[in-house]
């Protein structure tokens, strides 16, 4: 790549499901990718694929404390993302999300980088706006077990609006809706995770509630695209930015499409909805089309298959270190 476009680009959370692959597609493109992780839910198989890449390099480090490094862009996605993950530590949750981008957003001031923020729909709540548009301002509960995700990305985006309003900060906030697709953790207990894993391991598919809350799921390749898309947009857009695919489903649907594509013969099983689990969610992408031109192109019938042979692989790799272990 040519020294002129080439650029040092910083990706937090870089060992996780987005970040991983965001890595991935930089470093395609000729970019020097510092990776950074703690490793709280990512992993370094993740990215043990791109290790010997000359343009990768990978650091542990937290991103509660501050960080030095020399860098143009930075896209910032350190936080845990499921639910079951971040109520796991949810003080180390919020403290991820707020002391994080206070020192992301401190380092990038010094360098005078470009800085990018993984928000979320969780800022929305239990919308009551259907779908969702970025000037909706939600309806979170302050005190709930969702809240030091959703208040922490709230607070953060905060940070980040008054960094750009305060020091003149270059920003780009993208708002996340769900995203499916090879390396999510299969123990993450987000909801494509356990009925792939469950499906493929004919245990019984776990439907919370009644199933017929919804969610609108985006294909990762697609989300990489828009991520990248938002970062390259010449001028700062001054405001959040909704990415996702306004594909909408219900959790049953999803249950039966996912039973159909692994050809499971699982059961359904219900279990309770968990507390201030939102109703329905769906992005309004408008403001993004018009922006970077993008809309996601992948169905959700080819995302599933893919995100089945990736966990596929996965069991199967589990087995056969088992065997081994079993042997030796
Ligand atoms: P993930 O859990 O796979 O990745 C998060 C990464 O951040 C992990 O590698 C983890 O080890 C790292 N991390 C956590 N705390 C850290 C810390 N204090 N310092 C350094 N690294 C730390 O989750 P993901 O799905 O890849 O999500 C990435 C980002 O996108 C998150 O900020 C999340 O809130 C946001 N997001 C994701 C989705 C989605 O559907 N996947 C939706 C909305 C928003
Ligand atoms: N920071 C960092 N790397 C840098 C510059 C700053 O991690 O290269 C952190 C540092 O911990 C600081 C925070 O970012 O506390 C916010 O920086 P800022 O300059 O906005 O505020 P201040 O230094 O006055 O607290
Ligand atoms: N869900 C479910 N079964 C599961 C896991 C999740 O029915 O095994 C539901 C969950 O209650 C929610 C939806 O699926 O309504 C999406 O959950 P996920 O944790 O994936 O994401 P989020 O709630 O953060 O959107």
Redesign the pocket.
């Known amino acids: 790549m040519k020294e002129l476009t080439r650029k040092r680009i910083l990706v937090t959370g870089g060992a996780g499901f987005l970040g991983s692959h965001l890595c991935e597609r930089l470093v395609t493109q000729g970019h020097d990718v510092l990776c950074v992780d703690n490793f709280y839910t990512g992993t370094k198989d993740n990215i043990a694929h791109l290790l010997d890449c000359a343009n990768f390099e990978l650091m542990r480090h937290d991103v509660t404390f501050p960080l030095y490094v020399e860098v143009d862009e930075i896209y910032n996605l350190a936080c845990p993302?499921?639910?079951?993950h971040y109520q796991q530590d949810p003080v180390q949750t919020t403290k991820t999300s707020v002391h994080g981008a206070i020192n992301m957003l401190g380092l990038a001031k010094r360098v005078k980088a470009k800085i990018f923020q993984a928000s979320t729909?969780?800022v929305y709540g239990d919308a009551r706006v259907h779908p969702q548009t970025e000037n909706y301002w939600g309806n979170v509960n302050p005190i709930g077990p969702?809240s030091c995700y959703d208040e922490g990305k709230r607070c953060a985006e905060t940070l980040f609006m008054d960094y750009r309003r305060q020091h003149g900060l270059d920003i780009r906030i993208a708002r996340i809706f769900?995203t499916y697709g090879p390396r999510m953790h299969p123990a993450d207990?987000?909801?494509?995770?356990?009925?792939m894993m469950?499906a493929l391991e004919n245990r019984p598919?776990?439907?919370?509630?009644d199933?017929s809350?919804t969610?609108s799921f985006c294909y990762v390749d697609d989300i990489i695209d828009a991520f990248v898309r938002l970062m390259n947009l010449p001028s700062d857009p001054g405001c959040p930015v909704n990415l996702g695919n306004p594909c909408e489903v219900s959790?049953l649907e999803?249950?039966q499409r996912t039973k159909a594509i692994t050809g499971s013969s699982s059961p359904i099983e219900f279990?309770p909805?968990?507390v201030d689990?939102?109703c329905r969610?769906q992005p309004d992408i408008s403001l993004a089309t018009r922006l970077i031109g993008w809309t996601p192109h992948t169905s959700l019938e080819h995302g599933l298959r893919e995100t089945a042979r990736y966990f596929t692989s996965v069991i199967g790799a589990a087995r056969t270190a088992a065997a081994v272990a079993t042997h030796a």
């Open positions: 993302a499921s639910p079951v729909s969780e969702r769900n207990g987000r909801v494509v995770s356990n009925f469950q598919l776990t439907v919370y509630g199933g809350q969610r959790m999803i249950a279990r909805l968990p689990d939102p969610r």
